[in-house]
């Protein structure tokens, strides 16, 4: 069992072949889509910022080098995940984005050298406005005539929820804009969030009650929005600070700061700590001070924000897929505490996957109280990365150890070291178990990698078998972005399960004929109300569309943007059903045409194949299938615009926009905008002294066009 520690880096992306990096592209883009899952909807981030910018990262330069990678769904494409589907749904008059992260200094420098080469600025000066990155919720309030109409989180980007309603309890949100002439439409951004202070005092009347516990200010906040009940929202103290804005009638003001005293004159609070900057010193200064003072201040930050102060610069600048070039988030490096371990956990995931988890001695990490700790795996404990590199100088984790753990933004926090010198003599090492904590105590294997090797991963043999996995596998199927049964929590599966009334996902939509034996209305809490409530969500579910249904299966490197691309490419259920079949059974022909489908590659085809290879698994799908009325076809993916879906390149020299302005309006609209010309180029778009580019598209035969014919093309 005991690896020999071997320092391996990731091959630097320059290196990688167009094989690997294809793998490597699907690989990453199933980790980001799962984090941003956890991020978005679950408020339960597994990684800290810093690991998750660096796994971004490392996809940007991919998709960098090799741009015939990036595809509509990408993650690059989006912000976040999409919103839980509980609240109304409100799309966006004008998207709500993210920002790109600036770490060092130097970063910050490459980010004012792109605006100056952007802009074709030489002398200019620009100046900056600078804010605390508040580490809350962005929300979008639309107000009409003056008065507040929608309140909408930022949900993917495109579309988020209408929290309307819970918004309108909140003192810092004017219900109507003070001050006269208001534009007839104002958009007003900003981020909701709650104090430290609030926070811990929440948590305690939540721990009196037997509630949740939130992990940080961050997530009650979230929570405390989401909430059906309007007065629940009142009862939690909320602040909001404004920002930003979206869809204007009319700009009331030329600059980012002005538009900020803007906000004040309409009754909104704004940061009291944002300053304009006129130099990138100036700016470096802002970054230290806010960073002394974040201890002191009674809300979370977790970086400061620079953004072009001249609204006209920003609009020429425009943005990059999800994030403008305009601004930028500079980050703080991570908080950390010291703290004594006192015992390791296993959990068992959906997958049978084993996560020991440290308990903690409770320690305040930046406001935030820490008890649980994510130990990844045995190696992990060891001080063995997932690369075989060294971690911590090879120090490994003991109970009774005293740890330092890191917190970086609002995610849970890891152990980045243990202090030998405050190691006690009856320290225990852990022993790993080899067999399952569940009651078949089968026998734990380690995971092997995509290369063969031994992975850093323990999983239980059991599948289905073990009763950890049965009721993962059932919780997901429940799930709001699953089957969503109003009225099914994990704690009402969890009771049905150990009474052996619900194994599997059948069994749930028999249980309404099962009733005159189980009599759930007898059970306490229950009543025929609630019964009659959750027969009709369950009776209400058995029309589901096929991209739903296939994440529901809970197929392993499944996830929701997989499932939309399989269901997308086969349609119908009976089609997915049936290449699925053929898959598990090795045909090459499916396997070839499932492998063409866009996202879908190795590792999605050998889970489908495992899958569906287990009879036992068939029988759990064809018994599911009999209780559906109807699976409904995946639609193909719409677009309004006449170059959505269209590959244009740009060359020579435009005289109405820059080459980069002209790219980000080409992709705003659903166009990629390549680097060369090849068949599959639709246009390309060329200047005065486009050379090679123009005679590859000649030779293609691919449609040139000149700058005005494009523009018309594109309606503008
Ligand atoms: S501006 C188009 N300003 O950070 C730019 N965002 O990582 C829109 N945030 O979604 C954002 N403080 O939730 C901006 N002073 C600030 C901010 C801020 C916090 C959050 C916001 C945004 C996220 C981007």
Redesign the pocket.
């Known amino acids: 069992m005991a690896k020999t520690a071997k320092t391996k880096t990731p091959t630097d992306v320059a290196k990688l072949t167009t094989a690997q990096a294809k793998v490597e592209h699907m690989r990453l883009a199933l980790e980001l889509e799962g984090h941003d899952r956890r991020y978005y909807q679950e408020d339960a981030p597994s990684i800290s910022d810093a690991e998750y910018d660096a796994l971004r990262q490392r996809f940007n330069a991919i998709e960098k080098r090799f741009p015939e990678l990036v595809t509509a769904e990408s993650p690059s494409q989006k912000i976040g995940a999409a919103p839980l589907g509980r609240f109304r749904k409100v799309r966006h008059a004008v998207p709500?984005?993210?920002?790109d992260n600036a770490f060092a200094e130097q970063d910050v420098l490459d980010f004012i050298g792109r605006i100056e080469r952007f802009l074709k600025l030489s002398d200019d000066k620009i100046d900056f406005s600078a804010?605390?990155?508040?580490d809350?919720?962005?929300m979008s309030l639309r107000y009409e005539g003056g008065e507040l109409i929608t309140a909408a989180t930022?949900g993917d980007g495109a579309e988020g929820e209408d929290v309307t309603a819970n918004i309108r309890t909140l003192e810092d949100v004017p219900q109507k804009l003070k001050g006269r002439n208001v534009p007839d439409v104002c958009e007003v951004r900003g981020?909701v969030y709650m104090t430290k202070k609030a926070f811990l005092a929440l948590n305690e009347r939540q721990k009196a009650a037997g509630d949740t516990i939130f992990a940080n200010p961050r997530n009650s906040a979230a929570g405390s929005l989401r909430q059906k009940d309007p007065s629940i929202t009142a009862s939690r103290p909320l602040g909001f600070f404004a920002?930003?804005w979206g869809q204007m009638s009319a700009m009331p003001e030329k600059t980012q700061t002005g538009m900020i005293h803007w906000f004040e004159r309409c009754g909104f609070k704004t940061n009291p700590l944002t300053k304009l900057c006129h130099s990138v010193e100036h700016l470096i200064a802002f970054h230290h001070q806010i960073e002394e003072q974040r201890g002191e201040l009674d809300y979370d930050i977790d970086g400061v924000?620079y953004k072009i102060d001249r609204i006209d610069w920003q609009e020429r600048l425009g943005f990059v897929s999800r994030t403008?070039r305009w601004?930028i988030?500079h980050k703080f490096p991570a908080e950390r505490a010291m703290t004594v371990l006192r015992d390791i956990e296993i959990q068992v995931g959906r997958t049978g996957s084993f996560t020991p988890v440290g308990k903690l001695e409770p320690v305040g990490v930046g406001g935030v109280i820490v008890q649980n700790v994510t130990l990844h795996n045995e190696d992990y404990i060891k001080g063995i990365g997932n690369k075989g590199e060294v971690l911590r100088e090879g120090r490994d984790i003991r109970l009774g150890d005293t740890v330092v753990i890191q917190r970086a933004g609002d995610v849970i926090p890891q152990v980045v070291d243990v202090v030998i010198d405050k190691r006690p003599k009856d320290a225990k090492e852990f022993h790993f178990p080899k067999k399952c904590p569940c009651p078949l105590h089968t026998d734990v294997v380690r995971e092997e990698t995509a290369t063969g090797e031994e992975g850093s991963r323990a999983r239980c043999t059991g599948e289905f078998a073990c009763p950890f996995q049965k009721i993962e596998h059932l919780k997901l199927f429940v799930s709001r972005r699953a089957f969503d049964i109003d009225g099914l929590g994990e704690k009402q599966l969890q009771y049905f399960f150990d009474r052996e009334w619900v194994r599997e996902p059948a069994d749930i939509f028999t249980l309404p004929k099962r009733n005159a034996k189980l009599k759930l209305e007898e059970i306490e809490g229950y009543g025929e109300t609630s019964v009659r409530n959750l027969f009709a969500a369950i009776d209400s579910r058995r029309r589901i569309s096929l991209e739903r249904f296939i994440y529901a299966l809970g197929m392993r490197h499944v996830g929701e943007t997989t499932a939309l691309a399989l269901a997308r490419g086969y349609g119908s259920w009976d089609a997915f059903h049936d290449a699925c079949l053929k898959v598990a059974k090795g045909d090459e022909e499916t396997i070839a045409e499932m492998d063409a489908l866009d996202q879908i590659g190795d590792t999605v085809i050998k889970s489908v194949a495992a899958y569906f290879g287990e009879s036992h698994n068939r029988g759990i799908v064809e018994r599911l299938v009999k209780e559906l009325n109807e699976i409904i076809d995946a639609e193909k993916p719409k677009s309004n615009s006449a170059v959505a879906g269209k590959t244009v390149v740009f060359t020579g020299s435009l005289e109405k926009m820059t080459r980069d302005e002209a790219k980000a309006t080409a992709e705003r609209l659903g166009a990629k905008a390549a680097g060369s010309v090849s068949k599959k180029t639709d246009y390309v778009v060329a200047g005065p002294g486009a050379g090679s580019k123009l005679a590859e598209a000649k030779k293609h035969g691919v449609p040139v066009l000149t700058e005005d014919e494009w523009l018309k093309l594109i309606g503008e």
Do not use: D, N, T
């Not at 709500?96 to 920002?99: G, V």
């Not at 804010?131 to 508040?134: D, S």
């Open positions: 709500m984005l993210s920002l804010e605390p990155k508040i809350g919720l962005s930022r981020e920002y930003s924000v403008p601004a988030a």
